[in-house]
T-cell receptor
């Protein structure tokens, strides 16, 4: 069972470069999320998609864009990477809308370093 | 301001003992609270959900309590094992946001 798959697992970028983090889930979940995790900060929501065709900002959206390509895939794009975006990025999905009583299923993260 | 606080210091216990982790929150009124486990280099894995009208919930060696008066959840692992060593995250609903807010996690180390 693949669950939530994130690519790449590791990436090093130079300041100003752009890249797209990919996420796909095979659980037929409606909702998908992008978080970043920094030491001592916990997981912070960047963007989420309650259902196919919709996206909305989370707590820390600046510097990022997202695309809900279809029900399975939700990508996160850094248009002009900055050192402050060095972090571990997690994608997650959950079953029904934005009902937070549903557990979220996480991928294993993308470790991104911006030099 | 709204805060979720978990003990940032690692909890070290001996195998076989009960581990108790704390999640305190201020200025939230969550209807639900969730606990996740995170191993190094991996994503969080859902463990338990407890609703505001459920004072206690159990799953195998795990027990969660939820005290809306104290604004606190306790997470217990009984008969702890070295394999229980991990970081444990609590998460609750941000008020009127419908989105999960995570604590920073507490690292548990169980020594044989």
């Amino acid at each position: 069972n693949a669950g939530v798959t994130q690519t790449p697992k590791f990436q090093v970028l130079k300041t100003g470069q752009s890249m797209t983090l990919q996420c796909a889930q095979d659980m037929n979940h409606n909702s998908m999320y992008w978080y970043r995790q920094d030491p001592g900060m916990g997981l912070r929501l960047i963007y989420y998609s309650a259902s196919e065709g919709t996206t909305d900002k989370g707590e820390v959206p600046n510097g990022y864009n997202v695309s809900r390509l279809n029900k399975r895939e939700f990508s996160l794009r850094l248009e002009s990477a900055a050192p402050s975006q060095t972090s571990v990025y997690f994608c997650a999905s959950s079953e029904v809308g934005t009902l937070i009583d549903q557990p979220q299923h996480f991928g294993d993260g993308t470790r991104l370093s911006i030099l | 301001s709204q805060k979720i606080e978990q003990n940032s210091e690692a909890l070290n216990i001996q195998e076989g003992k009960t581990a108790t982790l704390t999640c305190n929150y201020t200025n939230y009124s969550p209807a639900y609270l969730q606990w996740y486990r995170q191993d190094p280099g991996r994503g969080p894995v859902f463990l338990l959900l407890i609703r505001e009208n459920e004072k206690e919930k159990r799953k195998e060696r795990l027990k969660v309590t939820f005290d809306t008066t104290l604004k606190q959840s306790l997470f217990h692992i009984t008969a702890s094992q070295p394999a229980d060593s991990a970081t444990y995250l609590c998460a609750l609903e941000g008020t009127n946001t419908g989105k999960l807010i995570f604590g920073q996690g507490t690292t548990l180390q169980v020594k044989p």
